[in-house]
T-cell receptor, first 110, second 115 residues
Framework: QQQVKQSPQSLIVQKGGISIINCAYE??????FPWYQQFPGKGPALLIA?????SEKKEGRFTISFNKSAKQFSLHIMDSQPGDSATYFC?????????FGQGTRLTINP | NAGVTQTPKFRILKIGQSMTLQCTQD?????MYWYRQDPGMGLKLIYY???????DKGEVPNGYNVSRSTTEDFPLRLELAAPSQTSVYFC??????????????FGPGTRLTVL
């Protein structure tokens, strides 16, 4: 099963709050889990990524939590800012290809 | 470095017309990819290439063709355009297809409308 399921489809968070986006996968052969950020009219850009042998990775305000047994991973954005408003995609890599989730449109209200 | 460049930015086609979407990267990456992005559907892989002269199908290849004659260029050909091909098309490249160092870099996209 090559699907990656992402939720929620859209999310509204107040400035300074925590934004949480969740993803789930089925294929245990996936070995790399990146998150991409996309602003309107632009291509996606890598935000943060994790390998399955690590349960958490933090870069600034962005943290990936990874639960290998549950085959789930999530993106947490601490102290969310209006500039974080974008569409976020989780992805999983296997067999030299990325499989993307459906995307989450995040809006941070000032 | 310009990174990944795509032309054109926008295009309107009539049903049955053909066109080529251009993609060029100047990072000497071996791997190149074509995706389409539809609202609420994420990015779907159309074709990919692991090096010059080598291409393979992705998840949604029907109605498209690719070629890879050089490391830098990876054009996507649409034959007999259909309304179902209305989408935003992204080209991406990476140094290799394996491992945690393998970041895919995306171009700015081509918005295609088929009427």
């Amino acid at each position: 099963q090559q699907q990656v399921k992402q939720s929620p489809q859209s999310l509204i968070v107040q400035k300074g709050g925590i934004s949480i986006i969740n993803c789930a996968y089925e294929n245990t052969a996936f070995d790399y889990f990146p998150w991409y950020q996309q602003f309107p009219g632009k291509g996606p850009a890598l935000l943060i990524a994790i390998r399955p042998d690590v349960s958490e990775k933090k870069e600034g305000r962005f943290t990936i939590s990874f639960n290998k047994s549950a085959k789930q991973f999530s993106l947490h954005i601490m102290d969310s800012q209006p500039g974080d408003s974008a569409t976020y995609f989780c992805a999983a890599q296997g067999a030299q290809k990325l499989v993307f989730g459906q995307g989450t449109r995040l809006t941070i209200n000032p | 470095n310009a990174g990944v460049t795509q032309t054109p930015k926008f295009r309107i086609l009539k049903i049955g017309q053909s066109m080529t979407l251009q993609c060029t990267q100047d990072m000497n990456h071996n791997y190149m990819y074509w995706y389409r992005q539809d609202p609420g559907m994420g990015l779907k892989l159309i074709y990919y290439s692991v090096g010059a002269g080598i291409t393979d199908k992705g998840e949604v290849p029907n109605g498209y063709n690719v070629s890879r004659s050089t490391t830098e260029d990876f054009p996507l050909r649409l034959e007999l355009a259909a309304p179902s091909q209305t989408s935003v098309y992204f080209c991406a490249s990476s140094y290799s297809g394996v491992g945690a160092t393998d970041t895919q870099y995306f171009g700015p996209g081509t918005r295609l409308t088929v009427l």
